[in-house]
């Protein structure tokens, strides 16, 4: 069983805005997200959904900020690179004190939700 990963992106961004962007840099907070990785990495109550807490590397806090749900499908981009990607990054988010940048790519709306697919990543 695999859970569904999604994004909860703070960001002042409306949804259409982001629509439009090619490619965005969010950061997963290593204190916010290290207790929703735990259960995964533990393989023990294996929840049916993870949502990793990600915010724009370019934003400033706001208290315009809205909560935009992405859906990351881990059999989805280049190569199924999503899965990879996602492998690679949630034991640093468990086992480390660092953060991780994401970089997004072909964010798009597939029914009533946003998708999008990852590129790269790095540790800060």
Avoid at 21 to 31: D, F, P, Q, T
Avoid at 51 to 68: C, G, N, Y
Wanted: aromatic letters at 2%; hydrophobic letters at 45%.
């Amino acid at each position: 069983m695999r859970p569904r990963v999604m994004l909860e992106l703070m960001t002042p961004h409306p949804e259409e805005a982001l629509l439009t962007m090619g490619r965005i840099e969010v950061v997963l907070s290593n204190e916010a997200n290290k207790p929703r990785v735990k259960p995964i990495l533990r393989l023990m109550d294996v929840p049916d959904e993870v949502r990793l807490l990600a915010r724009p590397t370019e934003s400033v806090a706001s208290a315009s900020a809205q909560s935009v749900i992405i859906t990351i499908d881990p059999a989805g981009g280049i190569e199924a690179g999503n899965g990879k990607i996602l492998a690679d990054i949630l034991p640093i988010l468990y086992g480390t004190p660092l953060n991780v940048v994401l970089t997004l790519y072909h964010l798009r709306r597939e029914g009533s939700e946003l998708a999008t697919d990852l590129l790269s990543y790095r540790v800060e």
